[in-house]
């Protein structure tokens, strides 16, 4: 069901919450909203992903955004999240629409089947003309199990529901080759590919937890979907039309004219590593130029204790991330078949298996296409061919 509609709009903490008085900045709310009825006037569906409730809550448990600890945050967003909620309800009446608040976690944008279920539910709120708000469920999520920044999440709900463009408000205008702050800092309009400012993009705002470079991310991901992103300025009368209008300055990230499909962009953007494997440079190459599956002989090293149906990360002997693919084993299997490559297979784990360890359907190569993640500290990726250890 293409969305070929919709636009997903993330809004930063510092738009929605007043810095010093920890309370929400209703006058925004109240121009993004009008600006929402705007844009569904003109059929076009709207999905928010909102930042705000930490800080919301953190006044009534009587913490401040530079003191507060992980169960002050979490507490503050058990109790912020009514107040952002019902600022968006009651302002989205007087333009007679409703909301609806979608709460999620990692494992629902890494669990496929999860991943699913919350794609049918957005949809099924589009059908009905309702306007979902999705955050991440912070109240609950530890460090474990949080995909940590709401560009991100925002950026894989974008390629969850097929958007055709991907907005993040924010305090300045767009992306700058440098701080903005810096004296001769210029003004980046346009960018098809976000690795070359992915070092000059360091630092976070006040009340977020994502700066600049979770946003070069969040449009990596959002491209790699076919959708179109922008970074714009938040304090604007009309902060979402004017940007898709081109009425003002914001950058633009290119989307790709050929997304891959649905199954391998799961597979591919991924928000937290699960494990990684290292093989051959030889193989990387094979997988790169096409058909080919990774079996139990293939693998040099294994980093990571993961389950069957994670995804991991394949590098290559000089540590350079080639392809993500989908395990057909847990860590545990794939360790003992590993070193015991002249064993039969059914024999070692008391099943019958092909020791095809990623199948190539499962299989994403990354070349030119995506963010690489580096190898894990610690990983056995010696380039000289040894067998992990047991």
Same mark, same amino acid.
């Given at each position: ?42 059929g076009?569906?709207?999905?928010l992903?909102?930042?705000?409730a930490?800080a ?10 530079? *003191?507060? &600890?992980?169960?002050? #945050?979490?507490? $503050? =967003? ?9 600022? /968006? ?14 709460l999620?976690?990692?494992?629902d ?6 991943f ?15 306007m ?25 709900v ?27 800092a ?5 960018v ?16 977020? *937890?994502? &700066?600049?470079t979770? #946003?070069?991310? $969040? =449009?990596?991901?959002?491209q ?5 992103? /922008? ?138 296409r ?16 040894e067998?992990?250890?047991?």
């Amino acid at each position: 069901m293409p969305q070929s509609n919709t636009v997903v709009v993330k809004i930063g903490s510092t738009l929605v919450a007043n810095t010093e008085r920890l309370t929400p900045r209703f006058g925004f709310i109240q121009r993004m909203l009008e600006d929402v009825a705007k844009l569904r006037a003109r059929g076009t569906n709207v999905i928010l992903c909102s930042s705000g409730a930490v800080a919301l809550g953190l006044k009534i448990v009587g913490e401040r955004p530079e *003191t507060a &600890g992980v169960s002050d #945050k979490q507490a $503050a =967003a058990a109790c912020g999240m009514p107040i952002l909620t019902n600022a /968006y309800k009651q302002i989205g009446h007087e333009f007679d629409f409703e909301i609806a608040q979608v709460l999620l976690t990692l494992g629902d944008f890494e669990d496929h089947r999860r991943f699913l279920n919350t794609r049918n539910t957005v949809f099924r709120l589009l059908e009905a003309g309702v306007m979902p708000i999705v955050n991440e469920n912070d109240s609950i999520t530890t460090e474990e199990i949080r995909v940590g920044d709401n560009d991100r999440l925002a950026a894989k709900v974008a390629q969850m529901v097929d958007a055709k463009d991907f907005i993040i408000l924010t305090e300045v205008d767009g992306l700058f080759d440098r701080h903005p702050d810096e004296e001769g800092a210029e003004f980046i309009p346009e960018v098809t590919d976000v690795a070359p400012f992915m070092e000059a993009t360091k630092g976070k705002s006040t009340l977020g *937890t994502g &700066g600049m470079t979770t #946003k070069l991310m $969040a =449009a990596n991901i959002a491209q790699e979907a076919g959708v179109t992103t /922008y970074i714009a300025h938040g304090e604007h009368d009309n902060p979402l039309s004017s940007v898709l209008d081109g009425e003002r300055r914001a950058t633009k990230f290119i989307a790709h004219d050929t997304p891959t499909s649905g199954w391998e962009r799961w597979i591919a953007n991924r928000l937290q590593m699960a494990g990684s494997l290292g093989i051959s440079d030889e193989l990387a190459d094979e997988i790169a130029g096409g058909d080919r599956a990774i079996r139990r002989e293939d693998i040099l090293s294994i980093d990571g204790d993961f389950s069957r149906g994670d995804v991991l990360h394949i590098y290559d002997q000089q540590g350079q991330e080639r392809a993500r693919g989908l395990s057909d084993f847990t860590s545990e299997e794939l360790r003992v078949l590993a070193v015991n490559p002249h064993l039969d297979a059914e024999q070692l784990l008391g099943y019958t298996t092909k020791g095809e360890v990623i199948r190539s359907k499962n299989l994403v190569s990354l070349e030119g296409r995506h963010l690489l993640w580096d190898a894990p500290e610690g990983s056995e990726l010696s380039g000289h061919g040894e067998r992990p250890a047991s």
